[in-house]
């Protein structure tokens, strides 16, 4: 992750990567003393990088653009129930695709509803927006929720396959899978950490390409008219940009990077209810785009960490039964107290975009970022 | 026919809950100047507060329209503590912000679910119920025209009636009201004009938590108490406010009673032979306020205050 690249960086980015990297190493002592589960280490990694594909995508909408989407919740669901739909067994309507193809069904969604969504409210001034997307996202579940003949109602989908599960060699391999390295075998993995483990590559590649993908729509002509509108819109117009299009056309992106991860949530926790597209989901995307700092990159990612932190965190303190409060409201206290100290304290958030913004060339040593 | 009669008048009591949480918002939103997103946690922080105090009062006194004196006196406390806690929280959270309304919005999000998470730790997320007996309907209507209305409901419109005049009387007649007005009018203006705009905003986060609580308090008796009601009508309450005109009290006391009456009207689309269900009956509040901020931003009611 780039948030490890310690270079000539500032204290604040050296303090966030040695805390990440002690984290990790904490993580990964829990592992080898057998406190923690390896194959739920690996679930957890998948589900922090699910998290940073949503705050990315967030980031393309309100950090680069500054359009206020509170329907992150309804992009992830459509592209979760798109995925979902086409190739679990327990799905009304179609099901046995392969998840490879099921894939574009999940973003062909995701990119109807933004265009949906996006072509009535972007027009709108910015907390006009806020109410209206969250009302649209509201819509979404409802209809999900209601319409059971498509979509199985509250009881969610099962069923769901293993994204390689259909993949010539890796839907193929025998558990336990024993790993030979020059004949000896090395490593005894059992089907949960095969699996674990193919998720986290799958979802690194994705991380890695919509972050590549992004930096460079960032410091692209485009990104910097997005981020004139943001700061003033009216000088965008004036300057003859159509404005309206490049919003809509960062709003279907960042929504299709919602739906990605709704994409790979659904073959990473193999079930999928209406209870995923409750508004709180949007809004913990929005603590990990703003803790991280809004317009960066690297922050959505620290943010998406963060999320999965306060989520097992809560659970795990809860377990130990050493508080009087249960998980649910605790994380919702978190969430809360986040958002307002945030604003309040660091409204930059921790790693706000610098030398994000600019060429590396024009850095002197051209030495990439 | 009948059944549009019986809509109606589910319609108006419905309406009676929008009407009091609209009316907070919209004074935050013109005189705060931003989208408030904990106003649905602060009707729900009053339902509560009544609970509690109902459980202490609850006994007392005879019955006014079926519900004993002790709930009128708990409604208040619901709706002292709903104003005490907003007004902390302006001091505490809002006020010491140094951001625009985008950034009040944002952390209106964060006060909300605060106030969820302790109302959720401390009585859990099971419905909860104000131990009063459900009476069947008023009979003289039942015969007459035919609509099962309960004497719950006609207190909860009355008491929504008398509420709002008050309010009406304190905007029009007072020289607090006026105060609140000019402010929310402009404020700089209003400053400038020897209005100590710091007190009136006070005034304006007390009156309309009140209200709100008030509103909170009665969809509570009306349906069950949970920490998530307030959340969950937030929504259709901005309908409201949208659609009468954002700043606008008397648009948004106008806008709730539409939203509302539209609300529990939906089941006649399904009688007419939609595939609309009941269940959509928010989802067509929300259609409607896109529609209104698409056609008419200003809502019906225009810029009048």
Do not use: C
């Amino acid at each position: 992750m780039s948030a490890l690249d310690v270079g000539a960086y500032s204290p604040r980015e050296k303090g966030v990567a040695g805390l990440l990297g002690a984290l990790a190493a904490f993580l990964l002592l829990a592992v080898v003393t057998g406190f923690l589960a390896p194959a739920y280490l690996l679930y957890l990694v998948g589900l922090s990088a699910m998290y940073m594909l949503l705050s990315m995508g967030l980031n393309v909408q309100w950090g680069y653009g500054g359009m206020i989407n509170f329907s992150v919740a309804a992009f992830f669901g459509l592209g979760a129930y798109g995925t979902a739909l086409l190739t679990a067994s327990g799905s009304p309507i179609s099901g046995g695709v392969s998840p490879v193809i099921a894939l574009f069904g999940g973003l062909g969604l995701a990119a109807v509803l933004a265009v949906i969504i996006g072509y009535p409210t972007l027009k709108l001034r910015d907390d006009y927006l806020a109410i209206a997307s969250l009302g649209l996202a509201e819509v979404v579940r409802i209809f999900i929720l209601n319409e059971s003949q498509w979509t199985a109602g509250s009881a969610g989908l099962t069923g769901i396959p293993l994204f390689f599960s259909d993949w010539p060699v890796l839907g193929d391999l025998t558990y336990p899978y024993i790993f030979y390295v020059g004949g000896t075998p090395l490593f005894n993995m059992s089907q949960s950490v095969v699996t674990s483990a193919l998720n986290v590559v799958l979802v690194t590649a994705i991380v890695a390409a919509v972050y590549l993908f992004l930096r460079r729509i960032h410091q692209s002509p485009w990104g910097r008219v997005l981020r004139t509108i943001r700061t003033d819109e009216d000088l965008a117009e004036t300057l003859g940009k159509n404005t309206f299009a490049f919003k809509m056309q960062a709003f279907v992106i960042g929504s299709l990077i919602m739906a990605l991860a709704g994409v790979f949530y659904s073959h990473l926790v193999l079930f999928v209810s209406p209870q995923d597209l409750q508004p709180i989901t949007t809004f913990y995307v929005w603590v990990a785009v703003i803790l991280g700092g809004t317009g960066s990159d690297r922050g959505a990612m620290l943010g998406g960490f963060t999320i999965v932190a306060i989520q097992q965190g809560t659970r795990f303190l809860t377990d130990t039964g050493a508080l009087p409060i249960g998980a649910a409201p605790l994380r919702l206290m978190l969430v809360g107290l986040l958002i307002i100290f945030i604003v309040r304290l660091r409204p930059e958030g921790i790693l706000p975009p610098e030398r994000e913004l600019i060429w590396p060339d024009s850095l002197g040593g051209g030495r990439d970022e | 026919m009948a059944q549009i009669l019986q809509y109606l008048a589910n319609g108006l009591v419905f309406s009676s809950i929008i009407i009091l949480g609209s009316i907070g918002l919209s004074l935050v939103y013109s005189i705060a100047d931003f989208a408030n997103f904990a106003h649905g946690d602060t009707m729900t922080l009053g339902a509560y507060g009544a609970f509690v105090a109902f459980g202490v009062f609850g006994g007392l006194g005879g019955t006014v329209l079926g519900l004993p004196i002790g709930f009128f006196l708990a409604l208040a406390v619901g709706m002292a503590l709903a104003a005490v806690v907003a007004v902390l929280t302006h001091i505490l959270v809002y006020k010491p912000l140094d951001t625009d309304s985008i950034g009040l919005l944002i952390t209106s999000i964060g006060v909300a679910f605060v106030y969820r998470a302790v109302l959720q730790a401390s009585f859990g997320t099971d419905f909860l119920q104000y131990d009063i007996r459900r009476s069947g309907p008023i009979p003289v209507l039942l015969d007459t025209l035919d609509v099962a209305v309960t004497q719950r409901d006609v207190a909860i419109i009355v008491s929504a009636a008398v509420l709002v005049a008050g309010l009406h009387l304190l905007l029009q007649r007072t020289t607090l009201g006026r105060k609140m007005r000019a402010t929310a009018d402009n404020p700089d203006l209003a400053r400038v004009s020897g209005i100590r705009t710091d007190r009136v905003i006070l005034v304006m986060w007390v009156v309309g938590s009140a209200l709100a609580a008030a509103g909170g308090v009665f969809l509570a008796l009306y349906s069950q108490l949970d920490p998530r009601i307030g959340f969950n009508i937030l929504l259709v309450v901005f309908a409201a406010v949208i659609l009468g005109g954002i700043g606008s009290v008397y648009g948004a006391m106008l806008g709730g009673l539409l939203i509302g009456m539209l609300h529990e009207l939906t089941p006649l689309l399904g009688d007419i032979g939609l595939p609309i269900s009941n269940a959509y009956a928010p989802a067509v509040a929300f259609v409607i306020m896109v529609a209104v901020l698409l056609v008419r931003p200003r809502g019906i009611a225009g810029d009048m205050t």
